[in-house]
């Protein structure tokens, strides 16, 4: 559940009864009007009709220059309700709004996320050097390259084309760092990389594309859903810097075969992850408020998810055709 304070004119009071009852909002109070005419309502809604509710008002508000909605956590809430609604609203979608800012903070190129960023590619490339699993594990548990591409595919739900900017940029310099790190590492200690955590990721199998995929929807569908807690194992799952690690090595080492075998699993990686969780928003009904905002991006939609289901086909292409870097896999 959520505490709502709406700020409105005084005439839109039927309105803020209107929606409240659409929404089955409860404990709806109105304050004393100010010399504005602006007055505040307070509700309790659930998550549930969270979105719906942030949507009705937005159409209200209109021209009403100091209106505002804000929303506010509830930490516990007596009489206790029932197991059933309970149930409901622990299950039901988070509303887009606060999917939005932690996509923000996803997008943002700040000295936090460069910190992780370098850490987590020298943890990813001694890791990858050594053999050693739980070290890479450790850097794909950070994951710094997951959520920007996650933030990619929200803001093309939504039609945001400033996060949409943001967070291309962010995976790029996230890609450029982790990319580049590791291939200064192997030109300057110039030495033979053959451990089997590097080899492995410089070969692509069929059943690479349905993990990436299915890593995708997980990520998206964790964040819709609010369940954080899983986002760990989906982190590992969909981890996009031991492949672009391996690339960098690689490239730096001079092994150009092994490099283009990385660079197709990490490619994969991105654009399965990209249209499986486009896919899941839209499932999930992450679109823009507005009608106009809609129509742009249904049309967006159509580009964005036919672009990536391209790029996915002409990647399973030269995989079948080059079966140099097809490893073993449980299709054939």
């Not at 004119?9 to 504005?36: C, G, H, Q, T, Y």
């Not at 890479?136 to 994951?143: H, K, L, S, T, Y």
């Not at 490099?259 to 991105?270: K, R, S, T, W």
């Not at 080059?322 to 073993?328: C, H, R, S, T, V």
Request: hydrophobic content about 50%.
């Amino acid at each position: 559940m959520k505490y709502l304070e709406v700020v409105l004119n005084e005439s839109s009071n039927e309105l803020v009864k209107k929606i409240a009852e659409n929404v089955k909002a409860k404990d709806l109070r109105f304050s004393p009007v100010d010399k504005d005419g602006m007055q505040v309502s307070r509700m309790i809604v659930s998550d549930y009709n969270l979105q719906k509710t942030i949507d009705s008002f937005c159409h209200i508000m209109g021209d009403q220059v100091t209106s505002k909605v804000m929303i506010l956590p509830i930490e516990a809430y007596l009489p206790k309700e029932s197991e059933e609604k309970e149930k409901k609203e622990n299950e039901a979608n988070a509303a887009k709004e606060t999917i939005y800012k932690e996509m923000k903070e996803n997008s943002d190129i700040n000295s936090n996320y460069i910190s992780l960023l370098v850490f987590s590619t020298i943890v990813a490339t001694i890791g990858l050097i050594h053999n050693n699993l739980a070290i890479i594990i450790g850097a794909m548990v950070i994951a710094p390259l997951l959520g920007p591409n996650i933030a990619f595919s929200f803001s093309a739900s939504i039609g945001d084309t400033k996060l949409m900017y943001s967070s291309s940029k962010t995976v790029l310099f996230g890609l450029f760092i982790s990319i580049m790190l590791p291939m200064f590492f192997a030109m300057i200690f110039n030495q033979t990389f053959d451990a089997h955590e590097l080899l492995s990721r410089t070969e692509v199998s069929y059943d690479s594309f349905i993990l990436a995929l299915a890593s995708g929807a997980a990520a998206s569908l964790s964040i819709t859903t609010g369940l954080s807690s899983v986002l760990v194992g989906v982190m590992v799952s969909a981890a996009l810097l031991p492949p672009a690690a391996v690339l960098g090595i690689m490239i730096g080492s001079g092994n150009s075969d092994l490099a283009i075998g990385a660079g197709v699993l990490l490619l994969i990686n991105i654009t399965s992850i990209n249209l499986a969780s486009k896919i899941v928003f839209f499932i999930k009904g992450i679109r823009p408020r507005l009608w106009q905002e809609k129509e742009k991006a249904k049309k967006a939609m159509i580009i964005y998810i036919s672009s990536w289901i391209i790029l996915l086909i002409i990647l399973f292409m030269y995989v079948y055709y080059n079966p140099a870097i097809l490893k073993g896999t449980f299709i054939r």
